[in-house]
């Protein structure tokens, strides 16, 4: 995620997707996403660490599995072990404690965010899934090449493949962040956040929200 700072984060998991009805009637699709409760387990000031930050711990786990050093780094914050962690650049990170719940009703409805996650892994993909390229003829002897990239260059100059072709090779499960997505309800007793549109990873997957850092230009009409 960026290094810009933001006003608020949490780490949350992607349940699935589903859709709500407007008040007038309108289906809006959304993503239902766990938000926290994530603990607060490091806190980052400009006089000891020249920056100001929160490091937050999502979903507990048996601290017997964690190492000794990790094990450490939860007991100084006298907090559970935690099977996530994720450090937030927070503006007002002045106002917020090591220990302090950080909840999903920290978001409201009607606010903008940003998500970032992973997305799904594909694998070793060809050209026509990885890059959407064109398939060949399926008939007429189109031959045992219909998905296959077709030319890669010239041959005599500059007698290579350039740099950047679209080819085939691994896909998908890369860092994608979604920009300005709209929160459109927040539960608080369930700690769910439905978020209009989709955002990278499948079911289950972790992602992190924070507080959109880029604002959307709306132009008047002349």
């Known amino acids: 995620m960026s290094r810009m700072p933001v006003e608020k984060g949490i780490i949350g998991k992607k349940l699935g997707m589903t859709q709500i009805f407007a008040a007038n009637g309108n289906a809006i699709p959304v993503t239902v996403i766990e938000a926290g409760p994530c603990t607060v387990i490091q806190k980052k000031t400009p006089e000891k660490d020249s920056y100001s930050a929160i490091q937050l711990g999502f979903i507990e786990y048996d601290s017997k599995k964690a190492i000794k050093p990790v094990r450490g780094h939860f007991k100084k914050a006298n907090a ?19 220990g302090d719940k950080i909840e999903a009703d920290s978001f409201k409805e009607g606010e903008k965010v940003d998500v970032t996650g992973l997305t799904k892994g594909r694998g070793y993909s060809g050209a026509v899934k990885r890059w959407g390229l064109a398939t060949q003829r399926a008939t007429h002897g189109g031959g045992p090449v219909h998905r296959h990239t077709g030319s890669l260059g010239a041959n005599s100059d500059p007698s290579r493949i350039m740099k950047n072709k679209k080819m085939a090779g691994q896909y998908g499960h890369e860092q994608v962040t979604v920009l300005n997505l709209d929160v459109i309800k927040v539960d608080k007793e369930k700690n769910l956040i439905a978020v209009k549109g989709a955002i990278p990873g499948p079911k ?4 992190f929200v924070r507080n959109t850092v880029k604002q959307p230009v709306i132009t008047k009409a002349k």
């Not at 559970?80 to 090591?98: D, G």
């Not at 289950?204 to 992602?207: D, E, K, L, S």
Request: glycine fraction near 4%; proline fraction near 4%.
């Open 80 to 98: 559970p072990s935690m099977r996530h962690l994720k450090e937030f650049n927070i503006k007002n990170a002045e106002n917020i404690n090591v």
């Open 204 to 207: 289950g997957a972790i992602v």
